[in-house]
């Protein structure tokens, strides 16, 4: 044991490997032989995509235990606490035990060299590997075809979306993206695309390898009624009579069907009956997706970070129907498109306050001031900080306006601490 708290953990972790991120299995895969040379018991379902894997992943985990299925789900990154990562019936995974579990990873490792990511990922599958599971629900981090989490064979793969994010490390066009998170697919199994109109790469992918891809339109549809909504799928499966999951907005009813067909294909080893199903969709939680704090003004709350998120966030904006005025809190990563993400919230928001981010590649308030001056914006309140960005928008906010707090994991994380 090197160390006896999670915290001297994770610091030590961030400074092990000379790279944040270091794309490859071979390294993790060898540490993972060690710890755990035969196959996993569970079904596994590996999702990946740009946006929509936590709520996939979180719908996932509701409808099963629901059903009465013991769940094991890995996920990233964690808004409050790094045990978020890691659950087990729901239940975040204690301090001790990731400690034991980091202690058996660095004894295996010997000198190999692993990342921050790569440690987290073996963590979670030895733990699980302790636990009599009947489902492991696996979070790509980034990408898929050379993620951590892509040396376990995913019994069904899930791609949720692909967008322009990453780009450094995953190509500059959705085909080339498309075609690195298809890498979690594997051959005769199901390969499930959430998106009409996915990549010609991922398609192309699925065929080569002879995975069952299965197509959001072509395989599998939703139909919304005036008070729930139904879905049909191959070989005349349907379900009707369905809740809108507790996600806010239209997107998640598309996630919610992909999630559906997941469990479809999963069906002769899990069933799951249409009232745990509706069930699991009542109660699903997942903080930091549009999520509303109750009060006047009231608070959005949303991770999106990228352009494809921030279009489903200003369409879910719509909806809600503030009545006053959208005042923006603000923090973002200098990786990302930032110029994108101001220029899609623009039209919707009237008052914007920039915080910085003090963590790796984060924006500090003038950074993030200058991006909104450049894309014409003036009506700024600039702040050190995301929490005192947050406080100046409730001073200046009057009845009925609405605080929306995105951009970043971060920026939510840091609210959230306060509530």
Same mark, same amino acid.
């Given at each position: 044991m090197r160390f006896d708290n999670l915290h001297d953990w994770l610091r030590w972790q961030e400074t092990l490997?000379?790279?944040?991120?270091?794309?490859?299995?071979?390294?993790?895969?060898?540490?993972?032989?060690?710890?755990?040379?035969?196959?996993?018991?569970? $079904?596994?379902?590996?999702?990946?995509?740009?946006?929509?894997?936590?709520?996939?992943?979180?719908?996932?985990?509701?409808? @099963?235990r629901h059903a009465g299925y013991h769940v094991g789900c890995y996920s990233s990154p964690h808004l409050l606490r790094y045990n978020e990562r890691i659950r087990i019936d729901g239940n975040e995974i204690a301090d001790q035990a990731l400690c034991e579990a980091f202690g058996a990873i660095d004894q295996a490792r010997d000198d190999i060299s692993i990342t921050y990511?790569?440690?987290?990922?073996?963590?979670?599958?030895?733990?699980?590997?302790?636990y009599d599971l009947d489902v492991l629900i696996l979070e790509v981090g980034l990408g898929g075809r050379l993620d951590a989490v %892509?040396?376990?064979? $995913?019994?069904?793969?899930?791609?949720?979306?692909? #967008?322009?994010?990453h780009?450094?490390?995953? #190509?500059?066009?959705?085909?080339?993206?498309?075609?690195?998170?298809?890498?979690?697919?594997?051959?005769?199994?199901p390969a499930i695309c959430a998106e009409k109109y996915p990549p010609k790469s991922v398609l192309a992918y699925a065929s080569e390898i002879e995975a069952t891809s299965l197509v959001f339109g072509r395989d599998y549809r939703l139909a919304v009624a005036e008070d729930s909504w139904s879905w049909s799928g191959p070989d005349k499966?349907?379900?009707?009579?369905? =809740?809108? =999951?507790?996600?806010?907005?239209?997107?998640?009813?598309? %996630? +919610?069907?992909a999630v559906i067909m997941v469990l479809e294909t999963l069906s002769d080893r899990m069933p799951v009956s249409q009232s745990h199903l509706r069930q699991g969709l009542r109660e699903v939680g997942l903080p930091g997706r549009f999520q509303v704090l109750a009060g006047d003004p009231a608070?959005?709350?949303?991770?999106?970070?990228?352009?494809? +998120? /921030?279009?489903?966030?200003?369409? %879910?904006?719509?909806?809600? $129907?503030?009545? #006053?005025? /959208?005042l923006a809190v603000i923090g973002m990563l200098e990786?990302?498109?930032?110029? #994108?993400?101001?220029?899609?919230?623009?039209?919707?928001?009237?008052?914007? @306050? =920039?915080?910085?981010?003090?963590? =790796?590649?984060?924006?500090?308030?003038?950074?993030?001031?200058?991006?909104?001056i450049s894309e014409g914006i003036h009506k700024i309140h600039q %702040?050190?900080?995301?929490?005192? +960005?947050?406080?100046? +928008?409730?001073?200046?906010?009057l009845p009925g306006d609405c605080i929306l707090v995105c951009g970043s994991f971060y920026s939510v994380g840091d609210i959230l601490r306060q509530q």
């Open positions: 490997h000379p790279s944040t991120i270091d794309m490859g299995l071979e390294r993790v895969r060898k540490v993972w032989d060690k710890l755990h040379p035969r196959a996993l018991k569970p $079904a596994v379902i590996t999702v990946s995509g740009t946006n929509g894997k936590g709520s996939c992943s979180a719908m996932l985990e509701s409808v @099963y990511f790569e440690f987290g990922t073996l963590a979670a599958l030895y733990l699980f590997a302790q %892509n040396m376990i064979d $995913a019994d069904v793969a899930l791609l949720v979306s692909v #967008g322009l994010d780009q450094e490390w995953l #190509g500059h066009d959705r085909e080339a993206i498309g075609l690195e998170k298809a890498g979690i697919f594997r051959a005769n199994r499966l349907s379900r009707y009579g369905l =809740p809108e =999951p507790s996600l806010r907005g239209h997107k998640q009813l598309e %996630n +919610a069907a608070v959005v709350l949303d991770v999106s970070h990228n352009p494809q +998120a /921030i279009e489903v966030l200003v369409e %879910n904006l719509q909806a809600f $129907a503030c009545p #006053g005025r /959208i990786d990302k498109d930032v110029h #994108g993400v101001v220029r899609l919230l623009k039209p919707c928001v009237n008052q914007w @306050y =920039p915080g910085g981010i003090d963590a =790796p590649r984060g924006l500090n308030a003038d950074q993030l001031a200058a991006v909104l %702040n050190h900080d995301i929490t005192s +960005a947050f406080d100046a +928008a409730k001073k200046n906010a």
